[in-house]
């Protein structure tokens, strides 16, 4: 079974950070590919560098059609490009904000999500609303900590963090949080034994929700809207894109 | 891994069936256990046979706190007793109209649900409400077949639910269909290659969701609302139930 | 006009309290008979304790079928079984938690129910919904009172229960309050004199809507899903349920 | 028991129509005063006349202040001037729209509408919405009959009426039918006998329902925003208003 | 160009500090004709105040109807009388309340409402989902200062709402403020060049959305809900109106 | 006044559609600079398409910085990169689906959508939710002909929406219509006045809504997350778009 893990932030030290926390877990028969989204913002903190980081995300399936994926996670928490990549790709697509939303509202009747900067607060609403949970969330906290002090900083930030869940296990009448942000893989296991509620991971829960996709034979449907569009001329720089669009 | 497949229908006939159907997949790594629960309604087709069935699906997972399990899961399209459930066991609790919903929208933008009779209309609405997927069915159509006749009758019954099927795929603007009824276990490996959209199971889908769930260390949350009550006194026929409740 | 009202708590303090509660009112042309559900759980306080005494209510309505009776009334503030309970009997049945709800937005533009512990609330949310009242609901407040508290801790219980009214009335931007617990029946009174504002309590509020339903000549409909579902048989323990079923 | 039912409409005809209707119920115990809103359109069939009417409403209840009502009824499927009403009136104020939705979601999961005009089904959801009844009312029917032609034509409009009756039961997977205009007081009891459905008339509903507030003792409130405003200068033509309020 | 500014308070006050507003802008090429609605309530408080105010919206456009007009602006945050405006007039008809939420979603993904006294936040509630804001509005906030004090006491008042604006802008997650008052038109331009947010005002904003539909040559339709009704008796104090109607 | 006008489908002859269509109006006191975006999809039919031709979006903002706009203007049905746009621009954004939608909701309680093929439906659901129209919106009708056969094959083209437009006005209780791509603009002043009911286009929508918030000193808010981020670099691709970032 082979998974590509695509990294829309073009910062690589995510891309590890991402590697490092999936060490924790057990993916023995899976054999899960990291892309770094080169070409895009370094990291993801407004609907800006959401537009430009969706079309790298195409462009990174785009450019490994040659070899064969199960199925593509798209590895930043505003899911950035996962519709139109369900048109292009044949096989499943999963974002790690509607993964991590998916699980949440299977172990818990209400979730809290922690956010970085409080500027992504209404893009996370929107998701919730898209993906049919914005009555399961309680609420949407920020950190206030951009993307890149999540590595850059980590200790300070893992502070902050950990304040901001208690506030939201004392406050927010809930059962489990999510970690909003990629860059916070690899904290729920510790997390989740400090506090004893479910802490959820994004990245970690599209893997494994990719997988049980593929076991159980579902793909993405090609009628209706994920069917990819007829062909079509795309003028200048997607030229190259040209003969198998 | 050990998983319960609950029957909360007391007919063996459909838990047989459902038994049939999975032996289409790869669960080589999976130890699945059904149950069928024998006190309750022979088939349940009303908010009457919901009250019981939920009962009897707590009572069949009290019976077998000796044995381990890694999740339960409940086989019926109502999802009879899934919150009280969630309550009483330690591991994850999936209920098959649950699991069907998350997948058919991981992999189409709307879609339909065919239930069997159509009284169970206006029950199934309230599910995809209570799992946040209201605004992702298109529609929900009843072939007015009774659950036993899926069994009894299958070639009348089948036949009737494909006329719905293409129905759906001509009228209702989906990308996938759900089969809402354990007894129509088994079909959808077939109709989704006869008609080319994903035409989803329940039970399968909840097999590979609670095996998702135990693999990202996952389990229900003890904090909030599903944490399990006090101790509290059960006068007369639960009595039995007094000393661990 | 015979209504029952039946204490799905198996409590007789609680079916006693409400008793007293209801002789500050007019009641003399009706003939209330009160039922004390003796298999259920002491008081409910769970989606468990629900599972099991939605069954006890409709046990207690199935084995008084040989008396007539008007109306049923589920004195409960989770209205446990309160659609199946439809589907059985053929007389109006009503939850007090819904005749609150009803009786509040006919004198206020936005309300607050108070419930006992904090883990009900997400059950209080979801009948909101249920009912239609979730956008008149300024907010449900928990004073984190187990039920039997009510009773045998009334005075300390009573004063909680009066500090959170004033937060209500100060914070909530509401015209009134809802009591949410059949234990905290006969307290409705006391508290709108003194606060001056509508306190509602929903053993009271269902009597009467009992009564108006009754008078108008409509009953539950037997067209649709509250008709009772074709004869089936019930294996185990329900059998002695079988021939009328 | 007084209880003034204040027709909006200044058709004596449709009041007289409301008189005969209730005479087929047990009204022994209360005494209806019936009040034509003189000054106002003749019937009530756009946002234009609701706002005549509305007034008229108002007015009508000011002339009587020295008179003691227990509640007042406002008997138009529109319930022109009922928020108003409640800040002014210090008893129940009840409009016929409100009381059978309020009934109808007592007795059915899903009820039907018959409007008169095709150009009322927009006022009429939109009271659907404010009474919180949107999700429960399956469809808004018109028969496309003026008001007064269900007084002048009686016989074909009550023709087209039932045979709206009929579609609703066939189509809209409903349990009960609620009939959308004052001039339909009087079909009820016939249709529910003929049917075999509850069919609701709003006169009749909240004559009873306001029976049951006055009987709970819970009246309109004066904390929030049904407080009657500060006193205020009235110019022109309302001066006379002037002094009480 | 010829606009009608209606001002539905009949104090004058009101209407003069509206005409001291707009000078701050370019108006040069439209004709600008303010009316006071003479017979209403002094200002507009309550849905008391705002019944009889839509009745001196509709005669106020009524009288004037042998002048002509492009449009009609109904100047007071409760849009009275504008669904009924709209189905008499020939022109658009926009009110302020609308206006401003039309163009505070234009320029930010949420925004907060700053209203007069308390018992108007749950009116300003109704009319954002009326028009489609209510999950665009992060908060009503309310000065609890009376309408005719931000004329009257014009110092203190401001301050009030200058600190509102500041913890809007500091606890709301907002990119926009309305002032929730016609008698608050003129601090617009000053604050959002305080506070460096957009800060909107109703009247402005209806003024050049008025013109923008003129200019589209797009007017109120009068196919459906705002067709005038047909002709019918007006009695008594309508009666005047009773030829043209 | 300057406005851009964006066309984001890389057909010219679309933008030569849109200006023809213009001159029926009178903008004379505007200098409207077209722009076609050269990089992108042809015509945009799905996510994919969309995807792409928001980023070409904004690098055509980008590319003009050196001139002044007074706002720019998104000429395609599903308003790619819009929220992007408003981050980056300090002057008003306007997407065409946006303005239509706006417009229409001033003048009709209820709309109809006519989009081009079936798969877009899903995507203008999407949108109206977004703006807050989704309440408004009666039906989403697809004529089933792509794009540019709105160009190409004009005369067939035109007579398959008219027939649609007979549908919605006889069938959807509705007000007005909405051409839903900017292959439309031009027909709308036709079929308004053949059709006696407003038929609205989004460029002309989008240009006098443009021109009201500049005209109201209104402009996109730099509070909250239409704030540009904080500088970040990009890799790759728009590295020549650094500095200024």
Same mark, same amino acid.
Do not use: W
């Given at each position: 079974?082979?998974?590509?893990?695509?990294?829309?932030?073009?910062?690589?030290?995510?891309?590890?950070?991402?590697?490092?926390?999936?060490?924790?877990?057990?993916?023995?028969?899976?054999?899960?590919?990291?892309?770094?989204?080169?070409?895009?913002?370094?990291?993801?903190?407004?609907?800006?560098?959401?537009?430009?980081?969706?079309?790298?995300?195409? !462009?990174?399936? +785009?450019?490994?059609?040659?070899?064969?994926?199960? @199925?593509? *996670?798209?590895? %930043?928490? =505003?899911?950035? #490009? &996962?519709?139109?990549?369900?048109?292009?790709?044949?096989?499943?697509?999963?974002?790690?904000?509607?993964?991590?939303?998916?699980?949440?509202?299977?172990?818990?009747?209400?979730?809290?999500?922690?956010?970085?900067?409080?500027?992504?607060?209404?893009?996370?609403?929107?998701?919730?609303?898209?993906?049919?949970?914005?009555?399961?969330?309680?609420?949407?906290?920020?950190?206030?900590?951009?993307?890149?002090?999540?590595?850059?900083?980590?200790?300070?930030?893992?502070?902050?963090?950990?304040? !901001?869940?208690? +506030?939201?296990?004392?406050?927010?009448?809930?059962? @489990?949080? *999510?970690?909003? %942000?990629? =860059?916070?893989? #690899? &904290?729920?296991?510790?997390?989740?034994?400090?506090?004893?509620?479910?802490?959820?991971?994004?990245?970690?829960?599209?893997?494994?929700?990719?997988?049980?996709?593929?076991?159980?034979?579902?793909?993405?449907?090609?009628?209706?809207?994920?069917?990819?569009?007829?062909?079509?001329?795309?003028?200048?720089?997607?030229?190259?894109?040209?003969?198998?669009?």
């Amino acid at each position: 079974m082979n998974i590509q893990i695509i990294n829309p932030n073009s910062s690589k030290k995510i891309t590890d950070d991402i590697k490092k926390a999936i060490k924790k877990y057990d993916i023995n028969n899976k054999n899960l590919v990291f892309t770094t989204a080169l070409d895009g913002p370094e990291t993801i903190e407004s609907s800006f560098d959401e537009c430009f980081s969706a079309t790298t995300v195409l !462009e990174t399936i +785009k450019k490994n059609t040659h070899k064969y994926f199960d @199925a593509h *996670i798209i590895a %930043c928490f =505003g899911d950035p #490009g &996962l519709d139109a990549a369900r048109e292009f790709a044949d096989v499943p697509v999963i974002g790690i904000a509607e993964a991590s939303m998916h699980f949440a509202s299977l172990v818990a009747t209400k979730f809290t999500i922690i956010t970085t900067v409080s500027r992504m607060k209404t893009h996370t609403e929107n998701l919730l609303y898209k993906y049919g949970y914005d009555r399961k969330c309680s609420k949407v906290r920020a950190i206030n900590c951009p993307v890149l002090s999540l590595v850059d900083e980590f200790d300070i930030s893992r502070g902050i963090l950990e304040e !901001e869940c208690v +506030k939201a296990i004392d406050d927010d009448n809930i059962g @489990a949080i *999510i970690l909003g %942000c990629a =860059g916070m893989a #690899g &904290l729920s296991t510790d997390l989740t034994a400090k506090y004893g509620i479910p802490i959820i991971d994004g990245v970690i829960s599209a893997i494994y929700l990719s997988e049980a996709l593929i076991n159980s034979n579902i793909t993405t449907s090609k009628h209706g809207d994920y069917a990819f569009p007829p062909e079509k001329k795309y003028l200048g720089k997607f030229k190259n894109m040209g003969t198998t669009l």
